[in-house]
Every structure is written in structure tokens, then in C-alpha cells.
């Protein structure tokens, strides 16, 4: 899929969809199925004026440990008017485009600009790849710290990221104290480090999880964070980094500050000094997929 469009394509397609008039807060919501012994299976229907589509992703936790992926499945690409389909796309390398555009998009009105930034990058599967490199296609780098739990594959992705030009190593969870840019795509269910240390400039992005009682960022971090989310409707239904600090009664749900489409439209300034961190959790939406397969599509010129 790279080979038709890269993340920044991707994330301009993404924008496209905002400012076409696209409301992410009138997305159906993902359906879930538990699969005795498998783990979860999603369904993620989408439709605009031209298009419409569908992803049928399974999230195998085991499958790791067969040497498979975890994250399986297809979309299915209709015709709008006639709901003819048009093509079948591999589900998960489609995730993992999608995503860190989503990503890429909000680092282009969040991160600082003008000057390299360092990157506290939690995570070495495809999602952390895939954000190292939409994350240069949208900022430079100067410095690459990879953090996960798997020490061989964290020397992987660091000396990977070496190859694209920041200087790059494996660190600590406490390295995120002198960051500009802090990405977390794991699969942790738990805080990854102290969100006490984020400086004020920082921009954190956290994607790993849609589930209400998983996170990866702390109360702390969220409670002093300028919050962004894709949909409000959808973070409140999914985002367990800001559902646990709610129930904790740490914030409320007016806590969040606004959502893609308003970075996106202009409704709030970007750049400039910032007294405090921003956060963009994202929970993925069937949105996006929609857009991003339609960008596919179009470029492959079938």
C-alpha cells in the first residue's frame, strides 16, 4: 500500500474528509464480538456521498506467540450510489497506514515546528514503524528513543530508525522528561511512564488502545494535558486513557479541548508556545479507513 501512498498522502486524505464536511461525531460505532479462544472480532462500516466500505478486523492477542499477526482481517470497498464493490484491501496492512496518518495529521497542527525534535517512541510492532515514518513525513528529528519491552526488537526498530537519517537508540520510560514528541502504539493496558515528567511544549500521541478500561497515559498526564480527539463521542464511548481518569473523578468530560476537525478547520490555533502538554488520543475510526481506502483506490487508478 506504501507504494501507492505514503503516510503524508495518507493524512491528506484524512483532512480532505474534515473539510469536505465529514462529521466524525455522526460515525456509526465499531461493532464487537468476542471469539471463544481468538480474542475480538471488529466490524467498521463507513459510507460517504461516492463511497462506502467496511472493515472486518480480528484482534488475536495469541497470535503472537504462533509467529502470526495480531491484528487480521479486510475491507471491503463499495460504490456509493450502487453499493457495488469496488475492492478488497488487506484489513491490517490498511490499519497500519491509516493510523499513524491519523497521527501524522494532528502532529501537523500539535508538535512544535521549525526546529528538529526528539522522539520518545513506546511500542516495535508495525504500528511503531509505521509512526516513525509518518512522524518524519510531517516533522524533522534529531533523536529517536524506542522503548519496549522486547529489547531485541527495540534494537530492531532503533536501528531501522537510524537508516532514515535522526540518531537513534533504545531508552527508558524516563526519557520522556526531555522529549518533544512522545508516541505510545502498544498493547499495554496500563500507564507506560510518569505523565509528571512530559514537559510543557510536549506533544504526546497515544493509539494503542480503544478500550474504556485500557490505557496508556496516566491521570497525571491527562489531568495537565490539552486533550484532542478524533470524535468526542467516540473517545468518551472508547478512550480508556480518558475514561479511567474520569471515573477517578480526576477530570470531567468537558476536560477535552477539541477534536481533528477542529484542528483541521482552523477553529483552533496551532503552533505557538505551550503552557502546557497536548494529547491527541486516538481510538481509530471507521472514518478514516473509508477515506484512506478511497485514496488508495483512486491512486491505484483501477
Avoid at 75 to 88: H, W
Avoid at 101 to 124: E, I, K
Avoid at 217 to 242: H, I, P
Amino acid at each position: 500500500m506504501a507504494d501507492l501512498i505514503g503516510p503524508a498522502a495518507a493524512a491528506d486524505a484524512v483532512a480532505a474528509a474534515l473539510l469536505g464536511g465529514l462529521d466524525p461525531e455522526s460515525c456509526p460505532p465499531r461493532s464487537a464480538i468476542e471469539v471463544p479462544g481468538g480474542g475480538e472480532l471488529l466490524l467498521m462500516p463507513a459510507a460517504s456521498g461516492t463511497y462506502a466500505g467496511v472493515k472486518i478486523a480480528g484482534v488475536a492477542p495469541g497470535n503472537q506467540a504462533r509467529g502470526l499477526p495480531r491484528i487480521t482481517g479486510s475491507y471491503l470497498l463499495l460504490d456509493g450510489p450502487t453499493l457495488r464493490p469496488l475492492a478488497l484491501l488487506d484489513g491490517a496492512a490498511l490499519t497500519t497506514l491509516r493510523t499513524p496518518a491519523v497521527s501524522a495529521l494532528a502532529l501537523r497542527h500539535l508538535a512544535p515546528a521549525g526546529r528538529p525534535l526528539r522522539l520518545v517512541l513506546f511500542g516495535s510492532g508495525p504500528q511503531a514503524y509505521g509512526h516513525l515514518e509518518a512522524t518524519l513525513a510531517v516533522r524533522e528529528l534529531v533523536e529517536v528513543v524506542v522503548v519496549a519491552r522486547d529489547r531485541g526488537r527495540a534494537e530492531e526498530l532503533a536501528a531501522y530508525a537510524g537508516t532514515l537519517g535522526p540518531a537513534a537508540r533504545t531508552g527508558t520510560p524516563k526519557e520522556v522528561a526531555d522529549a518533544d514528541l512522545v508516541i505510545c502504539c502498544t498493547t499495554a493496558r496500563e500507564p507506560l511512564f510518569d505523565g509528571r515528567l512530559v514537559g510543557p511544549g510536549a506533544t504526546v500521541v497515544a493509539v494503542g488502545s480503544h478500550e474504556p478500561t485500557a490505557r496508556e497515559t496516566d491521570t497525571a498526564l491527562v489531568r495537565r494535558a490539552a486533550v484532542y480527539v478524533e470524535s468526542r463521542a467516540a473517545a468518551l464511548r472508547e478512550a480508556g486513557d480518558l475514561l479511567v481518569p474520569e471515573a477517578e473523578g480526576a477530570i470531567g468530560p468537558g476536560h477535552i479541548s477539541g477534536t481533528l476537525a477542529d484542528l483541521v478547520g482552523g477553529r483552533i490555533p496551532a503552533g505557538g508556545p505551550r503552557s502546557c502538554p497536548q494529547l491527541f488520543k486516538s481510538v481509530g475510526m471507521a472514518w478514516e479507513d473509508l477515506a484512506v481506502a478511497v485514496a488508495l483506490y483512486e491512486a491505484a487508478g483501477v
